[in-house]
């Protein structure tokens, strides 16, 4: 594809090697160490294998309305590329990834056999690309990790501010932060200033990992309508969007009837 826009940051030799195992049907991606990055069932490539990346999906319960435009700042292994195309055809995505080495590997062992319908690859330093986005995005998923902690430059109050000015007027930014990670409150902290408290964390079942919500604008509360909102979703999209909601109620601020920001 095209762009106007391409990486040239000075360190593009010093990004983390990709590689991939496979265990039985699960095929999975690394960055220079044995943590999982993102995995694939190759007999269900669209399943979403891990935890963390069902609860990123959580976005799904305050979507008024399927988004047309979809940006995710880091490939892995496509495992959003693959749900997204399948269960939601007609949204349009981009994926930015900074990593070539991920990006063939994607191509290569990740059924992305869809790019160029509805879906592009963008090689490009994701906090920079999302700069030149404004007011065209309906939902950021973030996803950037070296292999060994999350990249700097996703979790400051600057990209978090440019997310915010790509974002149309009922958007929606989700990002994958690891909750052991000792500089986790900072990360909600700086997040919720620029996004006027309106954050909500959905923790992952295993591992530690937490989805973390922030809305253009204020989003339903009410819990009752969304539990009706999970029950229609889990049936539609079959994943546990109840489950979601539950974990949610239980890591954040709420009066039992509404979610409090």
């Not at 940051?9 to 044995?34: M, Q, V, W, Y």
């Not at 892995?76 to 997204?84: D, K, P, T, V």
């Not at 700086?190 to 992952?204: G, H, K, M, Q, Y």
Request: charged fraction near 20%; charge should be negative.
């Amino acid at each position: 594809m095209t762009h106007p826009f391409r990486r040239n940051r000075f360190f593009r030799n010093t990004l983390p090697e990709a590689n991939i195992s496979e265990l039985g049907n699960i095929r999975s991606l690394h960055l220079g160490t044995p943590t999982i990055q993102s995995s694939m069932n190759i007999h269900n490539p669209p399943e979403l294998v891990l935890s963390y990346s069902r609860a990123m999906m959580a976005w799904l319960l305050f979507a008024d309305e399927l988004p047309k435009h979809i940006t995710q700042i880091g490939l892995g292994g496509g495992s959003f590329a693959r749900w997204l195309h399948h269960w939601l055809p007609e949204s349009h995505q981009v994926a930015v990834e900074i990593n070539p080495q991920v990006i063939q590997i994607a191509r290569n062992s990740f059924c992305l056999d869809f790019e160029g319908n509805h879906f592009d690859i963008i090689e490009a330093d994701g906090a920079e690309y999302i700069q030149i986005l404004q007011n065209q995005v309906d939902v950021i998923m973030v996803d950037g990790f070296d292999g060994v902690q999350i990249i700097d430059e996703l979790v400051g109050e600057p990209f978090f501010h440019d997310c915010r000015v790509a974002l149309r007027e009922n958007g929606i930014f989700v990002t994958n932060w690891w909750s052991g990670d000792k500089r986790y409150p900072l990360f909600i902290q700086r997040l919720r200033t620029i996004f006027d408290n309106r954050v909500l964390e959905v923790p992952a079942t295993t591992h530690g990992n937490i989805a973390v919500l922030a809305f253009q604008n204020k989003p339903e509360l009410n819990i009752e309508k969304l539990k009706k909102r999970a029950g229609k979703l889990s049936d539609h999209y079959d994943l546990d969007f109840f489950r979601m909601l539950m974990d949610m109620k239980g890591k954040n601020r709420h009066n039992d009837k509404n979610f409090l920001f």
